[in-house]
């Protein structure tokens, strides 16, 4: 049997720990000619004999599947280990590939002319691990890859005519829904949200409007002649989504929050954004000035079974040093409400700005079991 030859990079994979929460981030080794260290408690994976991955940039844990985000060449390759076998189930071609809490694998098809705008028409899938994994591994060197893998989410029906760019998507409130920017080839922008996961039916919703909303007479990225760019389509620490625009030869950038209900988009003013920007701290800073501390009650009905789940909390602290809002993600709102009652019983250290007290926001990511002390 003829095997690929190993690259001299990350191609091992080591769990550092004991995290029995349902999705765990692996830890990305060195080849055991490199002289892994299995001295850590947890265990190793090693990619299959055929495995062409020549870069990894992500590696996680649901349950009993090892699922690996890389590139082969100049594709996006994502492959699914049996985590109690450490044999290859699955190896397919993706592009911008996430996983979500709940075991939702979401990425762009892989479209094999994707450096030719005139005949790309990209589209999401969604694969779920909570489902049958199908098996699809190469047989022989530099064998085919899978590139059907999953269900087709967006767009939910064929346009005719229409061609679809998706420049941007990520899952908010917990991995509950996906939010997604589409630009279409007739020049339209189209915003999108779905509630996940998204093969059951869900609902969605979707608001295409003209570049002129945004400032530009043509946003297409690919367009040399265009008077605009889309720079980022993002939700920001406070929980808003931000959209942001390069206008006027590409030179001038202009922010609008997208409602996450509507899709509607409202320009934000440079005072806003810059009153936004500097009253934003990070979290080792802010936490320095925690003067009283509550911790939820972990032995709640409530949070027993959420012990080992990721949150992420961001608070919004008044100029007498309350936590005055409080959002936390990545857990059901009957979990995610004792937790952001804690947390508004928190007191800080007023902030101080030029000798007076200003408003700040901040962040910080946490399992819930170890919030039993300050993260």
């Given at each position: 049997?003829?095997?690929l030859?190993k690259?001299?990079?990350?191609l091992?994979?080591?769990?550092?720990?004991?995290?029995?929460?349902?999705?765990?981030?692996?830890?990305?080794?060195?080849?055991?000619?490199?002289?892994?260290?299995?001295?850590?408690?947890?265990?190793?994976?090693?990619?299959?004999?055929?495995?062409?991955?020549?870069?990894?940039?992500?590696?996680?844990?649901?349950?009993?599947?090892?699922?690996?985000?890389?590139f082969?060449?100049?594709?996006?390759?994502t492959?699914?280990?049996?985590?109690?076998?450490?044999?290859?189930?699955?190896e397919?071609?993706?592009?911008?590939?996430?996983?979500?809490?709940n075991?939702?694998?979401?990425f762009?098809?892989?479209?094999?002319?994707?450096?030719?705008?005139?005949?790309?028409d990209?589209?999401?899938?969604?694969l779920?691990?909570?489902?049958?994994?199908?098996?699809?591994?190469?047989?022989?060197?530099y064998g085919?890859?899978?590139?059907?893998?999953?269900?087709?989410?967006?767009?939910?029906?064929?346009?005719?005519?229409?061609?679809?760019?998706?420049?941007?998507?990520?899952?908010?409130?917990?991995?509950?829904?996906?939010?997604?920017?589409?630009?279409?080839?007739s020049?339209?922008?189209?915003?999108v949200?779905?509630?996940?996961?998204?093969?059951?039916?869900s609902?969605?919703?979707?608001?295409?409007?003209?570049?002129e909303?945004?400032?530009?007479?043509?946003?297409?990225?690919?367009d040399?002649?265009?008077?605009?760019?889309?720079?980022?389509?993002v939700?920001?620490?406070?929980?808003?989504?931000?959209?942001?625009?390069?206008?006027?030869?590409?030179?001038?950038?202009?922010?609008?929050?997208?409602?996450k209900?509507?899709?509607?988009?409202?320009?934000?003013?440079?005072?806003?954004?810059?009153?936004?920007?500097?009253l934003?701290?990070?979290?080792?800073?802010?936490?320095?000035?925690?003067?009283?501390?509550?911790?939820?009650?972990?032995?709640s009905?409530?949070?027993?079974?959420?012990?080992q789940?990721?949150?992420?909390?961001?608070?919004?602290?008044?100029?007498a040093?309350?936590?005055?809002?409080?959002t936390?993600?990545?857990?059901?709102?009957?979990?995610?409400?004792?937790v952001?009652?804690?947390?508004?019983?928190?007191?800080?250290?007023?902030?101080?700005?030029?000798?007076?007290?200003?408003?700040?926001?901040?962040?910080?990511?946490?399992?819930?079991?170890?919030?039993?002390?300050?993260?």
């Amino acid at each position: 049997m003829t095997r690929l030859p190993k690259v001299a990079f990350a191609l091992a994979l080591t769990l550092t720990g004991q995290d029995s929460s349902p999705l765990q981030r692996l830890t990305i080794g060195k080849t055991p000619t490199d002289k892994l260290n299995f001295s850590e408690p947890g265990r190793t994976w090693n990619l299959g004999p055929f495995n062409r991955t020549t870069e990894i940039s992500a590696a996680y844990r649901y349950k009993n599947d090892v699922v690996i985000f890389g590139f082969v060449e100049r594709a996006g390759l994502t492959t699914i280990i049996d985590a109690a076998t450490g044999e290859e189930q699955l190896e397919f071609l993706s592009w911008e590939p996430l996983i979500t809490s709940n075991g939702l694998i979401l990425f762009k098809r892989f479209y094999p002319a994707s450096a030719d705008y005139t005949v790309v028409d990209e589209s999401i899938a969604e694969l779920d691990l909570k489902g049958t994994v199908p098996h699809d591994v190469p047989s022989e060197p530099y064998g085919k890859h899978a590139d059907d893998v999953g269900a087709t989410i967006y767009p939910r029906a064929p346009t005719t005519d229409v061609r679809h760019y998706v420049r941007f998507f990520f899952t908010a409130d917990g991995g509950t829904l996906l939010f997604a920017l589409d630009q279409l080839s007739s020049g339209e922008v189209c915003l999108v949200r779905m509630q996940l996961p998204a093969t059951s039916g869900s609902a969605m919703k979707q608001r295409c409007v003209a570049p002129e909303t945004f400032g530009a007479h043509s946003l297409a990225f690919y367009d040399s002649a265009g008077d605009g760019s889309i720079e980022n389509f993002v939700e920001n620490n406070s929980g808003s989504l931000t959209l942001t625009v390069e206008t006027e030869s590409r030179s001038v950038d202009r922010s609008f929050q997208i409602d996450k209900n509507s899709l509607e988009a409202a320009e934000l003013s440079n005072e806003v954004i810059d009153r936004v920007r500097a009253l934003t701290v990070s979290w080792p800073v802010a936490k320095q000035g925690l003067i009283t501390f509550v911790a939820p009650d972990l032995k709640s009905k409530d949070l027993s079974v959420h012990l080992q789940d990721a949150i992420k909390a961001v608070l919004i602290i008044d100029t007498a040093g309350n936590v005055r809002e409080a959002t936390v993600s990545g857990l059901p709102s009957s979990a995610a409400g004792p937790v952001k009652a804690a947390i508004l019983k928190w007191k800080f250290k007023p902030t101080m700005l030029d000798g007076a007290p200003v408003e700040v926001s901040t962040a910080f990511s946490s399992s819930v079991g170890g919030l039993t002390r300050l993260p």
